[in-house]
C-alpha cells in the first residue's frame, strides 16, 4: 500500500498543474478539468513523492505538479514498474501505459536546474475504472499477469527442429504487456506435460499458460488430452473463438484439437504449432484475455454489459 500525497491538475496546456485536493477520474479521459485528459494512453501522469523530495534536495524549490503530474505518490517507484502495471485507489482502476517522456529543455525547471525528473522518473496511465480520488487515499498496485509458454515438439528435443513457435508467443506477449516468467520445450509426452501445467498452476507461477504444439491428427498429438486432464473449468469459447477466427483464412483450421480451461488461478490455453498460426491466433484473442485473468484472480467484475 501507498499514498497519494497530491492530486494535480491544470485548466490549459502550457500551464502549471496545482494541487486540488480531490478529483474525479473519468474512464478512458483522464482526471476531470485537466488540460490533458483525452482518448489518449497518457491520460493520468504520476511521480513518486520520493523522486520529488530528492531532487528538492538538491536545491530545486518545485511545487506539486510543477512536472506536470497528476498524482504524486508516496511509496511507489513508479519507473521500477513494468508497462501493464495496474493501480488501485478507490473505485479508481489505472494501467500503466508509458515510462518518462521526452523533457524539452525549454523547460523552466530544466533552465533552473540542468536536470529534469520527469523523463526518467514519471510514468503514465490511463484510467480503466473512474470514481472520485482525495489526498490521503491509499493507493496499491498489481503486476501484469505473468505468462508461462511450453512448446511441445518431439523433434525440438531430439534437436532435429527449431522451435519457431514459443519464441513468436514471447514476442507478442512481452509487447502487450505480460511478463514471460516461464519457458519450457518439452516431447509429445501426455504425463509431462500435465504435471508441468499442474505445477505451474499449483504454485501460482503464471497466470497464463499458452502451449503450442500437440494438437492436430498425429498418434503423438496429446496436448489437448493432457490438458484436459488438469483443468478444473473448461472454456470452451477461447478454441472456438480460435478456430471460427482461422477458419476465414484456411479450411484446415476445423482440424484443430485446441483446448483451453482454468486451473486454480490460472488459464491454460492451447495454441496451434506453426509460428503463422500462433501469431494469428495469440493477436485475435489477446485483447480479451486481460479481462478474463482479471475476473479469475478477482480484480474486476463479470462480463456483462450494461
Known amino acids: 500500500m501507498a499514498t497519494i500525497m497530491a492530486i494535480c491538475t491544470s485548466p490549459g496546456k502550457g ?13 478512458d479521459w483522464g482526471v476531470d478539468g485537466d488540460a490533458h485528459a483525452g482518448k489518449w494512453h497518457r ?14 534536495a538538491r536545491g530545486a524549490e518545485v511545487a506539486y505538479g510543477a512536472f506536470g503530474e497528476n498524482l504524486v505518490v508516496s511509496g511507489i517507484d513508479f519507473a521500477a514498474l513494468p508497462i501493464g502495471t495496474r493501480f488501485y485507489a478507490g473505485d ?20 533552473k536546474m540542468g536536470d529534469c525528473i520527469m523523463p526518467r522518473e514519471g510514468v503514465f496511465s490511463k484510467v480503466l475504472q473512474g470514481g472520485d480520488l482525495s489526498v490521503g487515499d491509499e493507493i496499491r498496485y498489481e503486476l501484469p499477469f505473468r505468462a508461462s509458454v511450453i ?38 509426452d501426455p504425463g509431462q506435460l500435465s504435471a508441468l501445467l499442474a ?17 492436430g491428427f498425429s498418434p503423438r498429438d496429446c496436448t489437448p488430452e493432457a490438458t484436459r486432464a488438469v483443468i478444473e473449468r473448461e472454456t470452451p469459447g477461447i478454441p472456438e473463438a480460435m ?20 486451473r486454480k488461478e490460472s488459464l491454460i490455453i492451447n495454441l496451434p504449432g506453426s509460428p ?6 495469440l493477436e485475435y484473442i489477446l485483447p480479451s484475455l486481460s479481462h478474463g485473468l482479471a ?12
Not at 482502476?93 to 533552465?111: A, D, N, P
Not at 503463422?276 to 491466433?281: I, L, S
Open 276 to 281: 503463422k498460426a500462433v501469431r494469428e491466433c
Open 295 to 306: 475476473i479469475l484472480k478477482g480484480l474486476d467484475g463479470n462480463c456483462a454489459r450494461a
Open 199 to 215: 505445477q505451474l498452476a499449483d504454485e501460482h507461477t503464471a497466470d497464463l499458460i499458452l502451449t503450442t504444439g500437440g494438437t
Open 43 to 56: 491520460q493520468v501522469s504520476l511521480l513518486s513523492l520520493e523522486k520529488i523530495e530528492a531532487f528538492r
Open 92 to 111: 479508481v482502476v489505472l494501467e500503466l501505459t508509458q515510462i518518462g517522456k521526452e523533457c524539452h529543455h525549454g523547460c523552466e525547471i530544466f533552465q
Open 243 to 262: 478456430r471460427a477466427f482461422s477458419l476465414q483464412i484456411t479450411p484446415r483450421a476445423m482440424l484443430t484439437r485446441a483446448a483451453a480451461g482454468i
Open 151 to 188: 512448446t511441445l515438439s518431439d523433434s525440438g528435443v531430439a534437436g532435429t527442429r527449431t522451435d519457431r513457435s514459443g519464441p513468436v508467443i514471447q514476442e507478442i506477449l512481452r509487447e502487450n504487456g505480460y511478463p514471460v516468467v516461464h519457458t519450457a520445450l518439452l516431447p509429445d
Open 15 to 27: 500551464t502549471q498543474k496545482k494541487d486540488v485536493g480531490k478529483a474525479r477520474f473519468i474512464a
